[in-house]
């Protein structure tokens, strides 16, 4: 799940202030977390208190909660400070960039493990997000990260990206018959799956490392966080992240951030 807070706090400087090239500082002084990292770490500790329904309401409210200023969109942090446990029927990408944590919590097999993976990811969307579209946006990413982990070592990455891209076509009808040079000089600023969720795996497919990924998704604008956390999520499956990138991601969490992806990383081996 590393590789979607990276793609977040990359992307954080660029969300209001877009950049239209792949040819930027990767790790800005102003970069921080929002958002998408303290939810993606709030899924990752529902998952490690027994990954049902409750736990994913309770582990969002309490990070939530504990990062008021994080940058929510309003119906969610409505959500997160009411006493109301009730999804509110939500298509934004909030569920995909969150959604990581669920499929690296699940054995790898593609049976009962990816069918697990795409269990823990609809609860994880349900619990706010059950749009169909909402709950689409999360299988997907979901899927894309998984398969990506289970033939990173079995297959050539040009094979890799061919059936996550066939599977991704098939089973959720988004097109990803495009280039994001076709799309960069127009593509504006969406919060909702059907708008990010495409773009984000294109990015991946594009690219040729983790940090080309990133860089990918911050180059075509928009919702610059959640494109590169979504596409950060599945690169990291494919390629694993180098070292001094996470180092450098790791200075702009706090502690109690940080315990939460250590704990996990020891929880999913």
């Not at 309490?62 to 999804?87: C, N, T």
Request: a negative charge; proline letters at 3%.
């Amino acid at each position: 799940m590393f590789g979607a807070i990276i793609g977040d706090i990359v992307g954080s400087v660029y969300e209001w202030d877009n950049i239209k090239t792949k040819n930027f500082p990767f790790f800005r002084k102003d970069c921080h977390f929002t958002d998408d990292s303290v939810m993606t770490i709030a899924v990752a500790d529902a998952i490690m208190n027994g990954g049902l329904r409750d736990n994913f309401i309770d582990s969002m409210k309490k990070f939530g909660r504990a990062y008021p200023a994080a940058g929510y969109g309003s119906h969610f942090k409505k959500w997160l400070f009411e006493s109301d446990r009730e999804p509110y029927g939500s298509f934004g990408n909030g569920s995909a960039m969150r959604v990581s944590p669920c499929a690296w919590a699940s054995p790898l097999d593609l049976e009962k493990g990816f069918k697990k993976s795409q269990t823990l990811a609809r609860l994880s969307a349900d619990v706010t997000h059950n749009h169909s579209e909402g709950i689409k946006g999360a299988l997907a990413t979901n899927d894309a990260i998984f398969l990506a982990r289970y033939y990173s070592r079995k297959i050539e990455l040009h094979e890799l990206k061919q059936k996550i891209k066939n599977h991704i076509e098939s089973e959720y009808g988004y097109d990803l018959n495009f280039t994001l040079d076709e799309i960069r000089p127009f593509y504006k600023f969406s919060a909702t799956c059907q708008e990010t969720v495409p773009q984000a795996i294109e990015s991946f497919l594009e690219s040729t490392d983790f940090e080309d990924a990133i860089r990918n998704a911050i180059s075509i604008g928009g919702d610059s966080d959640t494109i590169g956390a979504i596409a950060g999520s599945i690169a990291e499956a494919a390629y694993g992240i180098p070292d001094e990138i996470k180092q450098k991601a790791c200075q702009f969490l706090d502690a109690p951030l940080k315990e939460v992806i250590f704990k996990f990383a020891e929880f999913i081996k």
